[in-house]
């Protein structure tokens, strides 16, 4: 019996070791944990933040300047069509945030989220617009909106940008090419998106500056609510 007992704990202790053994070699298999996926989150910008959004362009303007009038002209409503941007200041502060939209022709749309409303004064018709941020499909709540393609699925690792430690997403579009961004490791926040037609770039910085919504934005927004209410009624 005790010759039995003895060989049971001896048996026991070896298939333990080799369990422990096997786990030792599987984890030495498995990729770095920094390797692995991240759970794709993005920012958001801290409260009383400011960011800036430059375009920096591939390619030339593809409607230049022309010295030919007709030509000219023609270019000229292509690019009033096709406008580029130059870049994008934000500022964002409790549940108020402001962008401005800077075009390569000197023409600018500002846009204003206030609470879940979100005012738009297009560029050069000075046309004012206001609707919910769920009403466009788009979560404008959101500070990088346009990046909602970023997922796990679309992750390559890890690599340095700038200096900077960053997780790497890449999309591929057969009809429109490539779309790498750069995501701050430290921070969760885009420090690159580089696409087929320009590299966009961002940086940040404190605001020690509350937003003040000007009046006309926050008649705008009265006004849209009371034509809901006129609808319901």
Same mark, same amino acid.
């Given at each position: 019996?005790?010759?039995?007992?003895?060989?049971?704990?001896?048996?026991?202790?070896?298939?333990?070791?080799?369990?422990?053994?096997?786990?030792?070699?599987?984890?030495? $298999?498995?990729?770095?944990?920094?390797?692995?996926?991240?759970?794709?989150?993005?920012? !958001?910008?801290?409260?009383?933040? @400011?960011? =800036?959004?430059?375009?920096?362009?591939?390619?030339?303007?593809?409607?230049?300047?022309?010295?030919?009038? %007709?030509?000219?002209? &023609?270019?000229?409503?292509?690019?009033?069509?096709? !406008?580029?941007?130059?870049? %994008?200041?934000?500022?964002? @502060?409790?549940?108020?945030?402001?962008?401005?939209?800077?075009?390569?022709?000197?023409?600018? =749309?500002?846009?204003?989220?206030?609470?879940?409303? %979100?005012?738009?004064?297009?560029?050069?018709?000075?046309?004012?617009?206001?609707?919910?941020?769920?009403?466009?499909? &788009?979560?404008?709540?959101?500070?990088?909106?346009?990046?909602?393609? &970023?997922?796990?699925?679309?992750?390559?690792?890890?690599? $340095?940008?700038?200096?900077?430690?960053?997780?790497?997403?890449?999309?591929? $579009?057969?009809?429109?090419?490539?779309? =790498?961004?750069?995501?701050?490791?430290?921070?969760?926040?885009?420090?690159?998106?580089?696409?087929?037609?320009? %590299? &966009?770039?961002?940086?940040? #910085?404190?605001?020690?500056?509350?937003? $003040?919504?000007?009046?006309?934005?926050?008649?705008?927004?009265? #006004?849209?609510?009371?034509?809901?209410?006129?609808?319901?009624?």
């Amino acid at each position: 019996m005790t010759t039995s007992f003895s060989f049971l704990k001896r048996f026991a202790a070896f298939s333990a070791a080799v369990f422990f053994s096997i786990l030792v070699l599987q984890a030495q $298999d498995q990729p770095p944990a920094a390797d692995k996926p991240p759970v794709p989150r993005l920012g !958001p910008v801290p409260d009383m933040s @400011s960011w =800036t959004v430059q375009y920096q362009y591939k390619q030339a303007d593809p409607f230049p300047k022309s010295t030919n009038p %007709v030509n000219e002209a &023609i270019n000229e409503k292509m690019r009033k069509a096709n !406008p580029r941007l130059d870049t %994008v200041q934000a500022v964002k @502060s409790s549940d108020n945030r402001k962008k401005i939209l800077h075009y390569a022709d000197g023409s600018e =749309t500002v846009q204003w989220l206030v609470g879940d409303f %979100v005012v738009h004064n297009m560029r050069e018709s000075h046309l004012i617009t206001v609707v919910k941020s769920k009403d466009r499909g &788009i979560n404008f709540t959101e500070d990088f909106d346009d990046l909602d393609w &970023i997922d796990k699925a679309e992750y390559k690792g890890r690599q $340095d940008y700038q200096g900077a430690s960053c997780y790497v997403y890449k999309f591929s $579009d057969p009809s429109g090419g490539d779309e =790498t961004a750069y995501i701050s490791v430290k921070t969760n926040l885009p420090q690159a998106i580089d696409t087929p037609q320009a %590299v &966009i770039t961002y940086s940040y #910085t404190s605001s020690s500056v509350p937003i $003040d919504v000007p009046p006309d934005v926050i008649q705008q927004i009265k #006004t849209y609510k009371e034509s809901l209410v006129r609808k319901v009624y």
